[in-house]
């Protein structure tokens, strides 16, 4: 069974900066089956990256997703106000896992 | 526009029942998988259960295996999650999703509902 590590686990930025999050699984994902979500409070989450790489529909451009094997980044180029929020990574090669989380709040 | 409405939380003893629906909208339900995923409070994400666009296969987490079932209605355009033998730990917040198109049974959750909730006292 693949485990999903997030670090860290909370991560403070002001407005402007880059976030850069990090989601590591035990065994190597397939194919890049790698996807993140954001959930902003009181909110259902949304699909922001699938395929490890891909935006989903009507995602802005500051976010973009890296990685391969067992190493996955999500790069925000610089925060808005609404995306400070909790973020999780899910992989979806064997089964669907998926990462405890990351929260980017305002310093 | 696609919407996925979720209904059916409620506060049930333990041991009860519950049945979820999700009435889905603005696509061709036939053609996608369907999901729950739940939320306990201040918790995480965790899958609960998958069916596939034909409804014949179905996944379930080990947790709610053999207590939970998920079911279909093509012909409504509804999901079902009906939920026996309910325990403290169901307590979340159910979501409602749809799976997007990968190709195989597993894949990414590319709508969600609002989510409903279901409170079991401990």
């Known amino acids: 069974e693949i485990v999903l590590t997030q670090s860290p686990g909370t991560l403070s930025l002001s407005p402007g900066e880059r976030a850069t999050l990090s989601c590591r699984s035990s065994?190597?994902?397939?194919?890049?089956?790698l996807a993140w979500y954001q959930q902003r409070p009181g909110q259902a989450p949304r699909l922001l990256i699938y395929?490890?790489?891909s935006r989903a529909t009507g995602i802005p451009d500051r976010f973009s997703g890296s990685g391969s094997g067992t190493d996955f980044t999500l790069t925000i180029s610089r925060l808005e106000p609404e995306d400070f929020a909790m973020y999780y990574c899910?992989?979806?090669?064997?089964?669907?896992?998926f990462g405890p989380g990351t929260k980017v709040d305002i310093k | 526009e696609v919407q996925l409405l979720e209904s059916g939380g409620d506060l049930v003893q333990p041991g009860g029942s519950l049945r979820l629906s999700c009435a889905a909208s603005?696509?061709?339900?036939?053609?996608?998988?369907m999901s729950w995923v739940r939320q306990a409070p201040g918790k995480g994400l965790e899958w609960v259960s998958s069916?596939?666009?034909?409804?014949?296969?179905?996944f379930y987490a080990d947790p709610v295996k053999g207590h939970f079932a998920i079911s279909r209605d093509s012909s409504k355009n509804m999901v079902y999650l009906q939920m026996n033998s309910l325990r403290a730990e169901d307590t979340a917040v159910y979501y409602c999703?749809?799976?997007?198109?990968?190709?195989?049974?597993?894949?990414?959750?590319?709508?969600w509902g609002q989510g409903t909730l279901v409170t079991v006292p401990s």
């Open positions: 899910q992989h979806y090669d064997s089964s669907f896992t």
């Open positions: 999703v749809r799976k997007g198109k990968t190709g195989f049974h597993y894949g990414y959750f590319d709508y």
């Open positions: 395929g490890a790489t």
């Open positions: 603005g696509f061709t339900f036939r053609s996608y998988a």
């Open positions: 069916i596939s666009t034909d409804g014949t296969v179905t």
């Open positions: 065994q190597s994902v397939g194919s890049s089956y």
